[in-house]
Each structure stands twice: as C-alpha cells, then as structure tokens.
C-alpha cells in the first residue's frame, strides 16, 4: 500500500482564477527584507458557499489542512500557532475586491513546481496531452476545473 501524502487534496468543478501556471511570476525582491523571491507559479480555486460540492470540497481542505499542521506542530491543538486569515490558503470571496468572487470561499496556491496539467485529449501515442498556453485543452482563468492540491503548515 503507497504511503499516503499529508495535505493532498483534490478539489472537483473549481473556477479557477488569476492562472499562472504555464511560466513562473519574475524573481523580485522582498521590500522589508530585501532578500530575493524566487518566481512563482499560482492560482486561486473559487466555489461557490452554497453550493453542495464545495461543502465536500472544504470538508477535504479542513482535514488536509489538520492533518499537515498535526505533521508540523504536533497533535497538541493548544500549542499551534495563531495565523493571521492572509497567511491561510482558504479565504472569504466576499472580503475581496475581485468581480466574481462574491458569494464564494477560494483557495490561493502558489508553488515554486510547475503544476501538472491534464486536458481531455490523448495524443496519437495514448498519453494525456500536456497543453502549451493557447492550445486546445489548456485551463485558463475563468474555466471549472479539477485541482490536486497540497497543504502545508
């Protein structure tokens, strides 16, 4: 049996929004730090609050999101630290100023690994084609799709 993989979610019918998940963000700097940041790729992942998927959807996260904090900070609940709602990864589409995210919860990734990418297609060789940006298939800000995600505490 495979080792099991804390924090690992997939999420179904997700809108997704503000893609980047073709080429990483530019490098930058951190303004109070001064210190390099690495480039990105990242995505936020809305559903809708009363919509019966997403209640499916964040009983996953919750559970994914517990069992990496139990990984990192132990079992101890008392002994977890307290973040400030920005530092999650869930949040409140209606606290935002975007169009489109009223009425929904989202979550915001970001990773320094390329995201993989499953279309519909198959290739003449039988494997599931990887799209380039702009081909047939490709996910693009505004499309429903089905997200693996991984929490981390």
Request: proline share 6%; aromatic share 8%; net charge positive.
């Amino acid at each position: 049996m495979a080792d099991e993989v804390i924090g690992e979610v997939i999420l179904k019918d997700v809108r997704l929004s503000f893609f980047n998940g073709f080429t990483p963000s530019k490098d930058r700097v951190d303004k109070n730090t001064g210190e390099p940041i690495k480039g990105n790729f990242n995505a936020n992942f809305l559903m809708e609050k009363d919509s019966p998927g997403t209640k499916a959807n964040q009983a996953k996260i919750k559970k994914a999101g517990h069992d990496a904090k139990v990984k990192k900070w132990g079992a101890n609940e008392k002994a977890w630290p307290k973040l400030k709602p920005e530092k999650l990864c869930v949040r409140d589409g209606d606290l935002e100023d975007y169009e489109g995210y009223e009425g929904c919860i989202y979550l915001s990734s970001n990773s320094d690994r390329k995201p993989q990418i499953i279309t519909n297609r198959k290739g003449k060789d039988g494997k599931w084609v990887e799209p380039a940006e702009g081909t047939p298939g490709a996910p693009y800000s505004g499309c429903i799709v089905n997200a693996l995600v991984r929490l981390w505490a």
